[in-house]
């Protein structure tokens, strides 16, 4: 679903991300774990093309990204959605407003932007919130706006950043499952980046352990817990699991 090939980029002549390739399979939720300043984020915003690499190549459902106009970029990211850590909601729009702006942005059909918006809202559970502003909603309530923003256009991806880092544990809980619900009952793939093993534990397949803007490993995830291949990659893991043990 997702293939970068020798993707590598660097920010004011600082190596951030360093030929990596990797692959996202269609279905999965695929997870990304580093320490603070690994290149997650970065390697994130690569997949759609909100950070241009400086080499390599990205493709997306076939298409290679690297390759198009910003007429067609724009076109391909209709089928990519988004979420961030701070929801990125537009403050003077109400909760409908703000699903629909992604509709008329992607010029969908205007006599269907309704009917589609309140589809989202009601996914998410909010479309009674419809006429609410940013400001008059918890994080979760936020998270869930922004989710239903992301799916507007129908993407067979969703990239996910940090979605539940601003959360507690039971509102970040219930965001998880959403998203899981979206990766099971619309069989979107999801990309999801984290520095908490129990986020991705929760609900990965398998995840992309990145150090210094490298791949260190890609691991399948089992009920229990890592399947680790080789001895390197569990110890970090483990330095990972205990990470997130503590600051549960
Ligand atoms: N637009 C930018 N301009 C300059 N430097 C940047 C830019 N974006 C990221 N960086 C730098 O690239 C490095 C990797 O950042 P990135 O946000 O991808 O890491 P991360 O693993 O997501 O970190 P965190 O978990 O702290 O969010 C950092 O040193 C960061 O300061």
Not at 60 to 85: D, H, P, Y
Not at 168 to 184: G, K, R, Y
Not at 214 to 226: A, F, N, Q, S
Request: charged letters at 20%.
């Amino acid at each position: 679903m997702i293939s970068l090939h020798k993707v590598s980029k660097s920010f004011t002549g600082v190596p951030v991300i360093q030929s990596i390739s990797l692959s996202i399979a269609r279905g999965y939720i695929h997870g990304i774990i580093g320490a603070s300043g690994a290149g997650k984020s970065t390697l994130l915003r690569l997949m759609n093309l909100l950070e241009t690499p400086d080499a390599g190549t990205v493709e997306v459902n076939g298409q290679n990204l690297t390759a198009l106009n910003s007429k067609q970029l724009r076109e391909a990211r209709k089928s990519i959605g988004m979420i961030f850590q701070h929801f990125n909601l537009i403050a003077n729009k109400t909760v409908y407003e703000n699903v629909a702006v992604a509709l008329e942005l992607a010029k969908y059909p205007k006599d269907n932007c309704r009917k589609r918006a309140m589809e989202c809202l009601q996914f998410v559970g909010l479309e009674s919130f419809q006429a609410k502003y940013p400001a008059q909603l918890s994080g979760g309530q936020k998270q869930r706006v922004a989710i239903a923003r992301a799916l507007a256009n129908h993407p067979h991806v969703l990239l996910c950043d940090e979605p539940t880092s601003s959360l507690d544990p039971h509102t970040s809980a219930e965001i998880l499952t959403v998203l899981a619900d979206i990766n099971q009952r619309l069989g979107v793939t999801i990309v999801l980046v984290s520095h908490e093993m129990e986020v991705i534990k929760s609900i990965c397949n398998r995840v992309t352990v990145l150090t210094e803007g490298t791949v260190h490993e890609t691991l399948d995830i089992v009920p229990k817990g890592i399947q680790a291949t080789d001895r390197s990659a569990n110890h970090f893991v483990q330095q990972l699991m205990r990470d997130g043990d503590q600051d549960a």
